[in-house]
């Protein structure tokens, strides 16, 4: 029969649901009690403040709380007296007056409780037992100072060991004080540890005293009763316990071979036995904590006694096999938690031993980049350590790197293809939730692939065959995710294609050393992202994932940049200067505008087509060396834009951009050609642009002025006015500025704000250009003091009247807005 939940878990519930009803079951009862007192008292009934229904009530202030605040008070300021007498007037008594005052103290505090426990004054008999415990250790600091003051550690140790088996003992006679068996417990942690002092022993011999100190702490927690003494013993365990783990760790660390680490793994050991034992009937979250300790602390016992065998380099590859085996220990009767903490334990070792490997893969993946500084320079002598900028490294003791990572990932694999296996068999001890098995997945495929890639480094390959081998392997990688994904995104799916991506984008930066490399693994990469692109194409399926949709896209984006690549290479190949090789760039949007044409409607056409605009943007600033080149570059992309237009769904965006990269490359082309009068060559276009403008808004009122007159004014005006803030003389001027004004007043009579905007930002340009020599004059003959001045009046007026100026400001840009 199968229980669901198992029945571990179903025992944990009821546990809770039986709490819960006992607390509620305890408030009604408490209310009525209340109620009771209510009904039986003479006179009217006591008014009790409003509270909300199921809460616990508010208990009255009570003489108790004060009784216990004065006796702590009266027993901390016995402590104190009796302190000041020892270390004060100590030296002026003889011998029989100190004895007799110990002993009549001592013995009268230790005496008292008892007396005030049968007559139910329960918090003196408190107060009084804390201070006969004080006087205790006060008895045994003077006994210190007289007998002997030259072996203190060892004083210290029986001491301590007396002290706590007369507190154990008295605690127990008495037995209703709530303090000795606290503080036995508490002295308990010392006299080993002590004894190890004073006998100035060995590392290995305080780990001993440690770890039998926290055997003890945990036979008191097991077996004795009472909450204040198992809590003060767990505490001491987990002190005491993870002391001697540690220095049996370190001791074990660094032994000079498998016989100096036997003796240190003996107490790895015994220190896993304790937790495991203390693990038993312990609280569910401390049993889990109790297992992974047990678990970490055998892997490094039997793994210490290994790896001091074997060369350092291999050492983390022994405790990754040593944290496989502790996985066979969740088949032992050691309970469900404690079993779940064994196979936290594991997962722990795995990944500590997966971050030791992280540094070579991190070196791997980040040292291409130093080809970025020496493109084409050939294959490096030294092989693919020195591309990557890593020959100096200790590759030696990194060799392992590989094997671990690659170690993990089959170890993972097997888990994945055999999830529902690996759960049976682990049995109760682990009952995982879906989102399990796909990390399980997709750790195994990021550790496959890190293993992979940081292995030619690892056996120092050659360039060549470096480069070869992580093309390769990109593109078993590439495949494998898009196969996945084509099923449906998954998390193994997904970390394959990030782990790839991030693999050609290394190997891409890899080649960039080398012509015939960057020509062999861009052309590579290009049919893989475009292959990928075109294999997760689904047309007509409106199910497709959003997911599978962004990945698309992005490797179309990818086969875009790998080819705009090649065209760059291309160029640099036939000797061409970098503007020079601009217009071969433009041969990548061309390609991309066609594809976006073909793939009309779908998801990847509009970033295919974006990426190729992004191609063009790379050539427009490649050219930007040589003016003639640039024009060029604008004209041909203007004519890209201008075909794109040709398509509805792009006619806007495209129609607009195709005319200003015209009238962009005939001013720079005008600006190349040395022309100091741009008039004579735009003015021509401007006024047939004008007459076509004018008929189009006839036939369609609703066109933009923009649309129909942007263009032909911007093609005469700008010109005009760059030549007019380089001429010395005042026709030029004079005339723009007449032409500028008409175009506005026209713009603002007519309600066009493309003859609105354009002239009146012309004609401000060109008034400003004009008046700026006066302004200087007039700027250099005012006192140094006017300037912040007229500053401080100016922002004075317009705080004072912001409001006003601020709705002024939306009214001319709502008018604006409503202009054609």
Same mark, same amino acid.
């Given at each position: ?186 002295? @308990? ?168 490997? @992280? @540094? ?131 998390? @193994? ?328």
């Amino acid at each position: 029969m199968e229980h669901l939940p198992p029945p571990a878990e179903e025992l944990v519930l009821l546990d809770r649901e039986l709490a819960r009803l006992d607390l509620r079951r305890s408030q009604l009862l408490t209310r009525r009690a209340w109620l009771l007192s209510v009904l039986q008292a003479p006179g009217p009934a006591p008014v009790t403040p409003p509270r909300v229904w199921g809460a616990p009530p508010v208990p009255p202030v009570r003489t108790r709380s004060a009784q216990n605040v004065l006796l702590t008070l009266g027993g901390l300021l016995l402590t104190i007296a009796a302190i000041a007498f020892t270390l004060v007037s100590w030296g002026q008594m003889g011998i029989g007056g100190r004895s007799a005052v110990l002993t009549a103290v001592t013995v009268a505090a230790l005496s008292a409780p008892a007396v005030l426990l049968r007559r139910g004054l329960s918090s003196t008999a408190e107060a009084l037992a804390g201070l006969a415990s004080v006087l205790m250790v006060l008895d045994a600091l003077a006994l210190y100072l007289v007998a002997v003051p030259d072996s203190g550690a060892g004083y210290a140790a029986g001491a301590s060991a007396v002290l706590a088996v007369l507190w154990a003992a008295y605690g127990l006679l008495v037995g209703r004080l709530r303090l000795p068996l606290p503080l036995a417990v508490a002295g @308990a942690q010392l006299p080993l540890v002590l004894w190890a002092w004073a006998g100035e022993a060995g590392a290995l011999v305080f780990a001993v005293a440690l770890l039998a100190t926290a055997a003890l702490d945990c036979a008191i927690a097991v077996w004795c009763k009472g909450v204040a003494v198992r809590v003060t013993a767990c505490a001491g365990l987990c002190v005491t316990g993870g002391a001697g783990l540690l220095v049996a760790l370190v001791q074990s660390l660094s032994a000079g071979g498998p016989a100096g680490a036997v003796a240190p793994g003996a107490l790895l050991l015994a220190g896993a036995v304790i937790a495991l034992a203390g693990a038993r009937r312990a609280p569910v979250a401390l049993a889990v904590a109790a297992g992974a300790v047990a678990g970490l602390a055998a892997v490094a016992a039997v793994g210490g006694v290994v790896a001091a065998g074997v060369p350092d380099a291999w050492a983390v590859q022994v405790y990754l096999v040593c944290g496989g085996l502790v996985l066979l220990g969740v088949r032992a009767p050691l309970g469900r938690p404690a079993g779940r903490g064994l196979v936290w334990a594991a997962g722990s070792v795995a990944a500590a031993a997966v971050l030791f490997a @992280a @540094a070579p893969v991190a070196v791997v993946l980040v040292g291409p980049v130093a080809q970025l500084g020496r493109l084409w320079s050939g294959a490096p002598e030294d092989g693919i350590r020195a591309a990557v900028g890593a020959a100096e490294l200790p590759w030696q003791d990194m060799a392992a790197a590989p094997v671990v990572l690659l170690s993990v990932a089959v170890a993972l694999g097997a888990a994945f293809r055999s999830w529902e296996g690996v759960v049976r068999w682990a049995g109760p001890v682990l009952s995982p939730g879906p989102g399990w098995r796909t990390a399980v997945g997709a750790s195994a495929v990021a550790a496959g692939w890190a293993g992979l890639t940081v292995l030619p480094p690892a056996l120092d390959a050659s360039y060549a065959a470096a480069v070869a081998s992580q093309t390769v392997l990109v593109a078993g990688v590439l495949a494998g995710a898009v196969a996945a994904l084509r099923r449906g995104p998954s998390g @193994a799916a997904l970390t394959a294609w990030v782990c790839g991506s991030a693999g050609a984008m290394g190997v891409a930066l890899l080649a960039l050393g080398s012509e015939p490399a960057t020509y062999a693994v861009f052309g590579v990469l290009l049919l893989l992202f475009a292959g990928a692109a075109v294999a997760l194409e689904a047309p007509g399926d409106p199910s497709r994932s959003p997911v599978v949709v962004t990945v698309q896209a992005v490797v179309a984006c990818a086969a875009v940049i790998c080819a705009a690549v090649l065209a760059a290479a291309f160029g640099a190949s036939l000797g061409l200067a970098l503007y020079e090789a601009a217009p071969v760039l433009l041969v990548v949007p061309a390609v991309t505008a066609g594809l976006g044409a073909r793939l009309k409607g779908r998801p990847v056409a509009l970033p295919l087509e974006l990426a190729g605009a992004a191609a063009g943007i790379a050539a427009v600033v490649a050219a930007l060396g040589d003016p003639a080149f640039l024009a060029l570059v604008l004209a041909l992309c203007g004519v890209l834009a201008a075909g794109t237009a040709l398509r509805p769904e792009r006619r806007q965006v495209a129609g607009c951009l195709a005319t200003a990269l015209f009238v962009l490359a005939s001013w720079v082309r005008l600006s190349a050609s040395g022309v100091s009068s741009p008039e004579a060559y735009t003015l021509p276009v401007t006024v047939p642009a004008l007459v076509i403008g004018v008929l189009r808004r006839r036939r369609d009122p609703s066109a933009s002025s923009w649309t129909a007159y942007g263009a032909g004014l911007a093609v005469t005006l700008v010109p005009a006015l760059v030549a007019a803030w380089t001429d010395a003389y005042w026709l030029r001027p004079l005339l723009l500025g007449a032409a500028a004004l008409v175009s506005t007043l026209l713009g603002a009579r007519l309600r066009l704000q493309a003859l609105l905007v354009l002239g009146g930002a012309v004609l401000a340009l060109d008034a400003l250009h004009e008046l700026a020599p006066y302004v200087v004059q007039v700027v250099g003959a005012m006192p140094r003091w006017v300037a912040p001045a007229l500053a401080g009046v100016l922002l004075l007026a317009v705080g004072a009247t912001y409001e006003k100026r601020l709705r002024e400001a939306r009214r001319l840009r709502d008018a604006l807005g409503r202009m054609r």
